[in-house]
């Protein structure tokens, strides 16, 4: 037998495309802060101050639950204590954003926050979002984005997709657009996905069906985050793994080396965009403290997130008597609010699983 017949025959082999390579990269990468960072809070550099869970609409995407039955709205007074922690932590305005909810939903308490920015010396605001909603005329458009104007802020950013146009008209949308533009002048209003509002469909003429086959797209081109709403309503429409395929999932990087939280209208403090996991209450702990005393082994179910991910999670909540799905889970961040569901249901983990409205909807 000569050499060669020993050989196993090569198979061609395919050069990695360069977005492949980079993926591998950014995964090794990954893997190298999630074992070697400390475990402490990075300094935070942005915050979206949740004003309030109510809105005019009800998004199917929403990972807030927040909509019209919602009611949290941010005492005021609470807002200023907030405001003077951020100055200490050295953010300036330009460093934050409102959002909600929808901070146009109660505009006198939108317009009682800008005025306690203003007595704090944050203003400008780095961002104000919304969904238009309220831009039913060109003059309470106009008047109210003058009074917003006057204030100081460096974005207007109005949110336009097809689960925001299932709530609201795409001519508000425009009016916002149109008069943001106005009264703000280039470069302040952002209409956000660009490509639909330039290319719109009429969503609340469809069907249930229709909405559904839209939804179906949107989510195959591109996966959101499934927890809150998303993981009730939305999550049927995608693929599904089984619970082992999540194992080496970690969390360190969205929980504590992200460089941004939000902060919701009772004060729970959400690492970058993971609503419902509170890493402190700024109603009973200054922010600086949260932030400069944050001790992981203090934080539970953040401690298993970051070493562990998502899977112990779901498996303790399966022996305390969760039930597995049986067909899956969409994401790691599906498994870990299904998991993170059942234990604010069963009074698990009170201090870091809130609040009401990120889990009840
Ligand atoms: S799995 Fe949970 S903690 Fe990790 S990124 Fe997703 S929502 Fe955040």
Do not use: Q
């Given at each position: 037998m000569s050499l060669g017949s020993k050989i196993a025959p090569q198979r061609a082999v395919r050069p990695l495309e360069a977005s492949e390579v980079m993926k591998s990269v950014a995964t090794a990468y990954s893997a190298l802060m999630q074992k070697f960072r400390p475990r402490k809070l990075a300094k935070w550099k942005s915050a979206g101050i949740?004003?309030?869970?109510?809105?005019?609409a009800a998004c199917a995407h929403c990972y807030e639950n927040s909509g019209p039955t919602k009611r949290a709205v941010m005492p005021v007074e609470h807002l200023r204590e907030l405001l003077r922690e951020f100055k200490k932590l050295g953010?300036?305005?330009?460093d934050l954003h409102f959002a909600g909810?929808?901070?146009?939903?109660d505009y006198k308490h939108l317009i009682a926050c800008f005025n306690v920015a203003k007595e704090e010396g944050m203003?400008?605001?780095g961002k104000l979002e919304t969904?238009?909603?309220?831009?039913?005329t060109d003059k309470i458009a106009r008047e109210r984005m003058t009074e917003i104007k006057d204030f100081g802020i460096g974005k207007l950013l109005i949110s336009c997709d097809p689960f925001h146009q299932e709530y609201v008209p795409i001519e508000a949308v425009k009016t916002a657009e149109r008069i943001g533009k106005e009264v703000?002048?280039?470069?302040?209003v952002d209409v956000a996905p660009r490509d639909f509002f330039d290319?719109?469909?009429?969503?609340?003429?469809?069907?249930a069906d229709e909405k559904t086959e839209i939804f179906r797209g949107i989510l195959d081109a591109q996966p959101l985050r499934m927890i809150g709403r998303s993981a009730n309503v939305?999550?049927?429409?995608v693929e599904k793994h089984p619970k082992?395929?999540?194992?080496t999932a970690r969390c360190g990087k969205k929980l504590?080396?992200?460089r941004s939280i939000h902060i919701d209208p009772h004060g729970n403090v959400f690492p970058s965009?993971?609503?419902?996991?509170?890493?402190?209450?700024t109603m009973k702990t200054p922010l600086s403290k949260i932030h400069d005393d944050?001790?992981?082994?203090?934080h539970p179910m953040v401690h298993t997130l970051v070493e562990r991910g998502p899977l112990p999670l779901m498996e303790e909540a399966i022996q305390a008597g969760c039930a597995d799905r049986?067909?899956?889970?969409?994401s790691k961040c599906h498994l870990c609010y299904e998991a993170r569901t059942f234990f604010w249901q069963a009074g698990m983990y009170r201090d870091e699983v809130a609040p009401e409205e990120a889990y009840v909807d």
């Open positions: 949740l004003l309030t869970y109510r809105c005019n953010y300036t305005g330009r909810g929808e901070p146009f939903f203003l400008p605001l969904n238009g909603f309220w831009c039913k703000f002048g280039e470069g302040v290319n719109p469909i009429d969503m609340m003429s469809l069907t939305l999550s049927h429409l082992e395929e999540f194992a504590l080396w992200k965009v993971c609503a419902g996991i509170a890493i402190g209450n944050f001790d992981i082994h203090e049986k067909e899956g889970y969409a």
